[in-house]
């Protein structure tokens, strides 16, 4: 089944202390994104990667680090996570920009 | 920069019924796309429509078709006989077709009900 995994679904963790969300997709893509939704605010972009290697900024990546060595896997690091990034994350894949993108189920994350 | 503007954050209709959800974009590329997502309470995003900007001929998915006005840069969803699995959020998204790189953008958002 063509599919993208987020992991955790849900996480409570406190200021500073590092963590990984992972993200993985089996469709062979090579556009991968990650987002953030707030409410009231829609979804916005934090980081995306067009392959291997390859990744830039959206509109909101302070706080956030990326990295794509496998095609498949886009992990989403927060170094030094701080209440401000409270949010529902959803990690998605496509193959061309013309395509929809497949989002993962998202992943619920509370900083405390 | 694009911007993607729903100006509706709740709407409700009665089962049966019909609906139309409101979008707004701004943008000053002639190529794109736009999309209808819809987000229920389990909060997956799914894919409900997809427009190509270069195609005149609205889209349709069962119940559901759009009203691509492109020269008024509006692009409104249409549930027909709406059925209480529809009550969701409902977002408008839009992505370039330039670039090697285009992420969504999307609209705030308009949370649907239905009523019996």
């Known amino acids: 089944e063509a599919q993208v995994t987020q992991n955790p679904r849900y996480l409570i963790t406190v200021t500073g202390k590092k963590l990984t969300v992972t993200c993985s997709q089996n469709m062979n893509h090579e556009y991968m994104s990650w987002y953030r939704q707030d409410p009231g605010l829609g979804l916005r972009q934090i980081y995306y990667s067009m392959n291997v290697e390859v990744t830039d900024k959206g509109d909101v990546p302070e706080g956030y680090k990326v990295s794509r060595k496998e095609k498949r896997n886009f992990p989403l690091i927060l170094e030094s996570p701080s209440p401000n990034q409270t949010s529902l994350y959803f990690c998605a894949s496509s193959f061309l920009n013309s395509q929809p993108q497949h989002f993962g189920d998202g992943t619920r994350l509370s900083i405390l | 920069a694009q911007t993607v503007t729903q100006s509706q954050p709740e709407m409700s209709v009665q089962e049966a019924e019909t609906v139309t959800l409101s979008c707004t974009y701004d943008?000053?590329?002639?190529?794109?796309?736009l999309f209808w997502y819809k987000q229920p309470p389990s909060r997956q995003m799914i894919l409900v429509i997809r427009?190509?900007?270069?195609?005149?001929q609205n889209a349709t998915e069962n119940r559901f078709s759009v009203n691509f006005q492109k020269a008024a840069k509006s692009f409104s969803l249409k549930i027909s006989d709406s059925q209480l699995g529809d009550a969701a959020m409902y977002f408008c998204a839009y992505r370039s077709d330039t670039g090697t790189a285009s992420k969504l953008t999307f609209g705030t958002g308009t949370r649907l009900q239905v009523t019996l």
């Open positions: 427009q190509e900007a270069y195609k005149q």
């Open positions: 943008t000053s590329e002639s190529d794109y796309y």
